[in-house]
Structure formats: structure tokens, C-alpha cells
């Protein structure tokens, strides 16, 4: 009867474990469905993440600009963009126009057979003691021209229709 006793006591211990293993299986199945249902929701939540970065994007894009990166007029810049320009120009190491060196770019000069009329200019007076100066020509004085078109006038024509009944 040892022997049956010690059957009876491991068939009971088996339907024991058989039990918990049951149970187990319910919790793994309900836990599985738990991370079935969140895996659903981190995808929804991821893709409204991605969709707020890219709006919060287009915003910073948005409020980023100027007239110094877009289509925008200067004078829709606010004060404070604009007191960074005047500051950056006001940094700037080279001046404004043509740097030294810089070989300057300027119509050619007309052959003097080609110019109509030469006007000597000389200056009236000594420009610190303000004294009379002698009219003497420079070998080689500096040398402008300006070349003037003529008024255009418009050229009207007149037409007559005449009436003429057939004899």
C-alpha cells in the first residue's frame, strides 16, 4: 500500500501542477493580450510623435524667417533681426564698395575725333588762399564725357478717306 499511497500522492501533486500550469497559461494568454494592445498604442503614439516633430519643424522653419532667407520684404523684420544686420554690417572689416586694388570697371573713353564739342573747365580760385589762378592747360588733365541724346519727337501722319459717288 506504500507504493499506492506514494501513486495517490504524486497523481495529486500532478493535478496540482497541471492547476498552477492552467492558471499560468490564462496569465501568459491575458498578458500577451495586454502587450498586444500596447504595442498597438506606442505605434499610434509614435505616430503622432512624428507628426508633432514635423509640425514643430515647419513652425521653427516658420518663425526663422526673414528677409535674408525667404521672399519677405525687410521691412517685415522684426527690431531685433534688424539690429543684428545693422550690427553685422557694422563688423564687417572691408568697406563698402570697391576694396583697394580693385581695378574698377568704367566706359571707355570716345577718340577725340569722335567727340562733337571740347570744353577746357579751369578752376576760378586757389581753394585755401581763394587767389585768382592763371588759366595755363595741364598736359594731361582728367578727362569726362557725357553723351547726350537728342528729344525724341513723334512723327503723325494724317489720313484722309475721301466719299466719291460713281458718276
Known sequence: MNAQHQIAELEAIAAAKDTR???????????????????????????????????????????????????????????????????KDRKSKRGRGGQPGH????????????????????????????????KTPDPTPQCYQTTELPPVTPHTTEYREHAVVCP
Open 103 to 134: 581695378p574698377g570697371s568704367k566706359r571707355e573713353l570716345l577718340p577725340p575725333e569722335q567727340v562733337d564739342a571740347i570744353v577746357d573747365v579751369f578752376p576760378p580760385e586757389c581753394k585755401n588762399c581763394w587767389a585768382a589762378l592763371p
Open 21 to 87: 500550469i492552467v492558471e499560468l497559461e490564462a496569465t501568459v494568454a491575458a498578458k500577451d493580450a495586454r502587450i498586444c494592445d500596447l504595442e498597438e498604442q506606442v505605434a499610434t503614439l509614435m505616430a503622432q510623435v512624428a507628426a508633432l516633430a514635423k509640425q514643430v519643424a515647419d513652425l521653427t522653419e516658420k518663425i526663422g524667417r526673414n528677409s535674408g532667407n525667404s521672399n519677405k520684404p525687410p521691412s517685415s523684420d522684426p527690431p531685433s533681426t534688424r539690429a543684428e544686420r545693422r550690427e
